[in-house]
C-alpha cells in the first residue's frame, strides 16, 4: 500500500507540474488580431499617441495580467527620424516572452538597447493604472512592443503608498 500512496503522489505531483506549466506559458495567452493602429509612440511635440509606418505585426495578450503584452513588427522608420518625433522610454527592460512565440527575444533585444543599436520608445502612458507600453526599434527596422510598470504602477502593485503624485486607481478607472 506504501508503494502505491507512493507511487500516486508522485504522480499527481508531475501532473500538476505539467498543468501549471502549461497554463503559464500556453493557456493564457491569445494572438492579437491586428487593427491598423496597433503601433503608436507618443509624439514630443503634441504629447499624445499616433500611429506609425508599419507591417509584419504579430502581438500576444493575456488578460490575467497587464503586462503581458508582447508584440513584434517591422518598420522603414530610420532612428534619427523618431529621436527627433518622439518620447524616448525613460525605462526599457525587455520583458521575456513564451519561448512559443519565437519573434521576440527579450535578451538579444536587451543586448541591443545597451549596445545603442535599438532605441526605445514610450508607446503609450497608462496603458493600464501604473503600466506603460514602450516600443523598442532596431537600426535595422525590427521592431519590440511590451508593457512596463511606471513609478505609480510599481509603488501600488508592491504596496507602497502610491503618494499624490499618482492619480487614485478609481479615478483613473473611471476615465478608462
Not at 110 to 116: F, N, P, Q, T
Request: net charge negative; glycine share 8%.
Amino acid at each position: 500500500m506504501g508503494k502505491f500512496l507512493a507511487g500516486f503522489t508522485v504522480f499527481a505531483a508531475i501532473l500538476a507540474g505539467g498543468a501549471m506549466y502549461y497554463l503559464q506559458v500556453y493557456a493564457f495567452y491569445d494572438e492579437v488580431t491586428p487593427t491598423g493602429d496597433d503601433v503608436q509612440l507618443v509624439s514630443l511635440v503634441s504629447g499624445a499617441p499616433e500611429v506609425i509606418l508599419f507591417d509584419d505585426f504579430k502581438a500576444i495578450d493575456a488578460d490575467s495580467s497587464p503586462i503581458r503584452f508582447r508584440a513584434c513588427f517591422r518598420t522603414d522608420m530610420s532612428h534619427s527620424l523618431l529621436t527627433e518625433t518622439y518620447v524616448p522610454a525613460t525605462k526599457a527592460d525587455p520583458r521575456n516572452a513564451p519561448n512559443w512565440f519565437d519573434c521576440f527575444d527579450a535578451e538579444a533585444l536587451g543586448a541591443e538597447l545597451v549596445a545603442g543599436t535599438a532605441l526605445a520608445f514610450l508607446g503609450q502612458k497608462n496603458i493600464a493604472y501604473g503600466v506603460d507600453r514602450v516600443v523598442a526599434i532596431t537600426e535595422d527596422g525590427r521592431g519590440y512592443i511590451w508593457h512596463e510598470l511606471n513609478e505609480c504602477g510599481e509603488k501600488a502593485y508592491d504596496g507602497s503608498p502610491i503618494g499624490e503624485a499618482c492619480p487614485p486607481r478609481d479615478e483613473f478607472e473611471d476615465q478608462n
